[in-house]
């Protein structure tokens, strides 16, 4: 199914475009839904030459480790582009990318896209940014892997999706708008489930888990003094 105007106006690099832009790239784009759970891109796949971004709902991007252990390394929602090399490098996926909930795939064919940035360079400067971002969210991941302590990277994974996708105010602190289970948070932060569960536990003063992934932050003080490695 061809994209809308709407859809394409809904993407980060697309927002700024005059409509008869929009209506130019038309022809070349494509929407594909997929159900929650479903893989949209395999790690290894050859991909089309093509600019891939999320429409509607979440995706999940996972890298395994040649010991078979599966990393998050990130979540994207609407408006977020991703498979940066099926557009500028080998075109081969570097991750799994899996549908976190019921979503919607945009897809605008490399040449199109090409010849709209020849006509309006802010799309490639929008994209720039977009991929700096995710080096340096990169790069901290792993120095933090390799130099924090456990405790901190957890801290400040809840910060990070704390402020990436939003809280709401509670009688008892500010929840957050997106699930986290313990398997994602230790996905996420290179521990295993068990130390997680351990973790969270620890900080029941500063953070509450309840079933289903719902995590309330109490004490945003002391989450920051924990994140930033001030205390234990």
Sequence with gaps: MQASL???SQIIVFAGLETAEKINLQPYTQV????KGEIIL????VLPAKLYAVVSGSIQVTKIATTGKETILRALTAGEIFAAPALLGNRISPATVTAESDCEILTVERDALLKAIGENPEIALRMLMVFNSRIQQLHETVHGLVSER???RLARLIQYFAAESGTESTSQGECLKVKLSYYRMARSSGITYEECVRLIKSLKSVVAYHRGGTITILDADKLDAIASGDID
């Design 150 to 152: 456990a405790i901190v």
């Design 6 to 8: 709407e859809q394409l």
């Design 42 to 45: 395999h790690e290894g796949d």
């Design 32 to 35: 594909q839904h997929h159900r």
